[in-house]
């Protein structure tokens, strides 16, 4: 199978599998979705919609959260891990985004990669998800699976996110980068990955990954 083949076969089964992608962070606006993707850096999705819930009742805007002290934003974000540094984040990044863009949340890779504890990966996500612009944000799942798969041979997300984009058609990309999370935690756990369930490894994997399935 070709790199073309097996994209066109993993868009197919993936869309089988989710036609419908909500983004699994809860969110109501492109700030609360920002701090959410900020929170869940070496964190589950589920952990940090148990955490936000919390932290926006007290303040789901920039103007509010920094009559919070960094102090009290650490307490309430403290199960997410990293606190002492996301804490200061979240602060320093409320207080740029009032002073540099009125409180709104910017719609540019760039502005965004400036504010402090966005990542390209963290923009990556606002962008697609907040402002429909296209984008392939890749975490641990993706870069894992696309390995796994042959779409890429990527030492690291960066280089992932490349092979990705040039083989998966741009209109895909906000919808299919979800769609393989998702498969991911449902088919495929980096731990102990099963042939009777992984069926897109069994079909177009590499020979290695086949070997790891059990």
């Not at 900020?38 to 103007?63: E, G, H, M, Y």
């Not at 975490?139 to 894992?144: A, K, L, Q, S, V």
């Not at 779409?151 to 490349?162: H, L």
């Amino acid at each position: 199978m070709t790199k073309k083949e097996k994209a066109a076969y993993i868009v197919e089964e993936l869309e089988r599998l989710y036609p419908e992608t909500p983004v699994p962070l809860d969110h109501t606006d492109s700030y609360t979705l920002l701090i959410a993707v900020l929170l869940s850096a070496q964190c589950t999705d589920k952990r940090v919609n148990l955490i936000t819930p919390k932290l926006f009742r007290l303040a789901d805007n920039p103007f509010d959260m920094i009559k919070l002290s960094v102090e009290e934003i650490r307490e309430i974000i403290k199960p997410c891990g990293l606190s002492p540094r996301k804490s200061q984040a979240i602060f320093t990044l409320s207080e740029m985004l009032i002073a540099k863009y009125n409180g709104e949340v910017p719609q540019s890779f760039e502005a965004l990669e400036e504010l402090p504890g966005v990542g390209h990966k963290t923009a990556s996500v606002v962008m697609a998800q907040a402002f429909g612009v296209p984008a392939f944000p890749v975490d641990t799942h993706i870069h894992r699976l696309l390995i796994r798969w042959g779409i890429t041979k990527g030492k690291n997300v960066d280089q992932t996110e490349k092979d990705a984009k040039r083989i998966f058609p741009e209109g895909l990309w906000n919808k299919l980068h979800l769609q393989i999370i998702f498969y991911g935690r449902e088919y495929s756990p980096s731990r102990s990955p099963k042939a009777d369930i992984d069926f897109i490894t069994m079909k177009i994997g590499t020979a290695k990954a086949k070997k790891e399935l059990k």
